[in-house]
């Protein structure tokens, strides 16, 4: 791997393809960090059909999700999977460039 690519768990590729399954034609997950949150900044994820050029795009397991270009310098190197455990479901982001987080795990400092 190298240290700008992202990376989908087979556990997320599968669930991102599930919800992929219910949408129409061509849907894709956009995943983006915005300021905001608790720690400052929060990730963000959206069901979209537009690809831009700039987009890194994973595909892997009939999922596919795309991350824009100024989200994807936090993102370097992260892993993102999903996890079902005693509190929920969610996609959850391991981010080395990361400094803090907060509990809910959504949102982080760099």
């Known amino acids: 791997m190298s240290e700008t690519e992202v990376t989908l768990t087979n ?43 700039d987009d890194f795009c994973i595909k892997r397991d009939g999922a596919t999700m795309l991350i824009d270009e100024l989200s994807l310098q936090f993102l370097q190197g992260a892993q993102v999977d999903f996890v079902m455990d005693l509190m929920g479901q969610s996609f959850q982001i391991t981010n080395p460039n990361a400094t803090a987080g907060c509990g809910c795990g959504t949102s982080f400092s760099v």
């Open 11 to 53: 556990s997320a590729a599968k669930r991102i393809a599930q919800i992929l399954a219910k949408e129409p034609e061509g849907t894709k997950l956009r995943l983006s960090v915005e300021g905001g949150g608790c720690s400052g900044f929060q990730y963000k994820y959206d069901l979209v059909q537009e690809q831009h050029d």
